[in-house]
């Protein structure tokens, strides 16, 4: 079979173990332990009982709906869930540190199926084959193969000894390269974030006509969102998924913030590829996910509260943890490989992940899960170590 250059080259990437032999425990895949809020779950079954004849229709191209509930849960959040205020009427307003001081609007939000089809846009639209754009060498392993993919030359950046990203030399080779940066923030699988105010700085440091992207998939569980910054810098872009803190990894729903100009970008992108990505039934849940501020607030503050509680456990233990704004620990332990410990707790019923990636396969890394949860996975390490 003759296949084109650009397939030979691809090296796709590999999610968390899905297991069909048995049933685990999945702490491997960062999802969000809880389900989706009863809105959800209402809307959804009021959608297709009621509305069956929406489902032989193509959904609105441009999920207006959507993108107003997304713009609405940001400005009563402020875009870090677990620090929201919830009033005794239910209401939700942002803490003071959070405080978005613009108002986002529906103008300002691209949505796709999931953030990694956000992200696909992103590259396709601001990454070019004759640069090589910036972005720390562990980070979300999809960057490179998206990079991949579009055949756009990467400029890897090792992290800081203690695992913070390295913004100085990340700024220095933007510089020389002539090109964009994009990074977690929070990052993983390390967990760690930068301040709002690193990331102005580096905004303020780095050139205006290339694109900056930051990539908030974790930031409700305790990151600072830079959607303020929005308000100074026309070249930032911020991705986010509803994967994580709004319990949808199934649902398949991402978005991103920037100003109008470049989201009109994204979305003629979108238009030569799918000017349908939004299923129905996806627009009809999500709107009903930003529709219950408090109850994803609550479920944040949850995880992150037992991540903290988690965080003690495998210090007690002997571990070497990063202190997560996440919903995940990145962690090792002296006594026993990652790959041995990963083996082990899997033979008692619960999966976590392990990369065997030069640098970091000493390294394990810990979806936080309910109480219960967590409780089994104290237990297995107990037994263990």
């Known amino acids: ?100 001081p613009f108002t986002v609007t529906p103008q300002m939000i691209y949505t796709g199926n999931g953030s990694d089809e956000v992200l696909s846009m992103v590259f396709y639209a601001f990454f070019d084959s004759s640069k090589r754009f910036v972005m720390p060498e562990f980070t979300y392993s999809f960057y490179p193969v998206y990079a991949g993919y579009y055949d756009i030359p990467t400029d890897c950046v090792p992290l800081k000894e203690d695992w913070s990203l390295d913004t100085d030399e990340m700024l220095t080779r933007a510089a020389k390269n002539n ?24 905004l303020k440091k780095a050139s205006s006509d290339e694109i900056f992207i930051v990539d908030e998939a974790y930031v409700d569980f305790g990151g600072e969102s830079c959607i303020p910054l929005l308000a100074e810098f026309n070249n930032l872009v911020i991705v986010r998924t509803f994967s994580k803190s709004l319990c949808g990894a199934g649902q398949r729903l991402g978005y991103l913030v920037s100003n109008p100009e470049l989201v009109n970008t994204i979305t003629t992108v979108k238009n030569c590829v799918n000017h349908f990505p939004i299923d129905a039934v996806a627009q009809v849940s999500g709107k009903a996910a930003c529709e219950d501020v408090a109850y994803y607030a609550d479920t944040s503050r949850k995880v992150a509260e037992e991540r903290e509680k988690f965080y003690n456990f495998l210090q007690s233990k002997g571990f070497y943890v990063l202190k997560s704004q996440t919903n995940f620990l990145f962690a090792k332990h002296p006594e026993i490989s990652g790959a041995d410990l990963y083996k082990k707790i899997k033979e008692q019923g619960l999966l976590i992940r392990h990369f065997a990636t030069p640098g970091i396969e000493d390294f394990v890394r810990i979806t936080i899960g309910t109480p219960e949860q967590m409780e089994q996975l104290m237990s297995a390490i107990d037994n263990i170590i």
């Open 179 to 202: 090109s964009g940066i994009i990074f977690a923030n929070p990052n993983a699988p390390t967990g760690l974030g930068l301040t709002r105010e690193q990331v102005r700085q580096m």
């Open 1 to 100: 079979m003759i296949l084109s250059s650009r397939v030979k080259k691809l090296k796709p990437y590999v999610p968390g173990e899905q297991p069909k032999d048995r049933i685990y425990i999945k702490l491997n895949a960062n999802e969000n332990p809880y389900p989706p809020s009863p809105f959800v779950q209402n809307a959804v079954l009021d959608f297709v009982k009621n509305h069956p004849e929406k489902l032989g229709l193509y959904p609105d191209p441009d999920s207006n709906e959507l993108h107003a509930a997304i713009a609405d849960m940001l400005n009563k959040s402020g875009g870090v869930l677990c620090r929201a205020k919830t009033n005794a009427d239910g209401s939700v307003e942002p803490s003071e540190e959070d405080k978005i």
